[in-house]
């Protein structure tokens, strides 16, 4: 199976665009306090517009059941990726409400409770894929900063891949770097916010086509 490319915080349809046209199989958008932030209005307006192949991602944070599941219809999109406090039983809820090809992320951030993390997440048979993503004090995700790849490859990386668990690579990469994470990590999937930015919210169309261009390449490989 071919690597699964994500390219998140889309915030206009030009940039969507660019994203599908350079070959990414997901684009993603940012529903929780950021720069990058759009509303649902907005993202409907991208989605009506986007081949249906490509997957349209939701990303919320500490938010709710009903607050998801309105967004989701009103967007448009076809799968969501959950961040921090979201309650345990939201994907089995999440998959009644939308079926079993809504995909469905889970987000962790790398740190020396990952293990505890990965452990409790891979059992949820509602997840289709976990996110490793690194954060600051002030940030879950687009933090540009990079976990420590060599150690998530012998704790999390390994145990994961032992039950079958799709890992999703994201937090600073860059297309300077993603071939070294795809050959360290050997993950199911690869995901980029500023590593393909020309500002917050703005694509840069050469770092987003050799991103993905590199990635593609190294997974060949």
């Not at 079993?100 to 894929?129: C, P, Y």
């Not at 050997?186 to 703005?202: F, L, N, T």
Request: proline share 4%; aromatic share 6%; net charge negative.
């Amino acid at each position: 199976m071919s690597l699964w490319i994500k390219i998140c915080a889309n915030t206009s349809l030009e940039d969507a665009s660019l994203a599908v046209d350079a070959g990414a199989d997901a684009v993603g958008f940012v529903f929780a306090p950021s720069p990058r932030r759009v509303t649902a209005a907005q993202v409907a307006a991208i989605v009506a517009h986007l081949p249906l192949a490509v997957e349209k991602i939701g990303v919320f944070v500490d938010v709710g059941l009903e607050e998801i599941e309105q967004t989701v219809r009103v967007s448009g999109l076809t799968g969501v990726q959950l961040h921090s406090d979201v309650g345990p039983d939201v994907p089995a809820q999440l998959r009644r409400s939308f079926g079993s090809a809504f995909r469905i992320l889970r987000v962790m951030h790398f740190g020396h409770t990952a293990q505890e993390q990965v452990t409790a997440i891979v059992q949820d048979a509602n997840v289709d894929a976990i996110l490793v993503d690194s954060r600051t004090a002030t940030a879950v995700g687009g933090t540009g900063i990079a976990f420590d790849w060599q150690r998530a490859r012998d704790t999390v990386f390994q145990y994961a891949d032992l039950r079958q668990g799709r890992l999703v690579v994201a937090g600073g990469l860059t297309p300077a770097n993603v071939a070294e994470a795809i050959a360290t990590l050997k993950p199911w999937g690869v995901d980029v916010v500023s590593g393909v930015e020309a500002s917050h919210g703005r694509k840069d169309p050469i770092k987003l086509r050799d991103f993905i261009a590199n990635a593609r390449a190294a997974d060949r490989e």
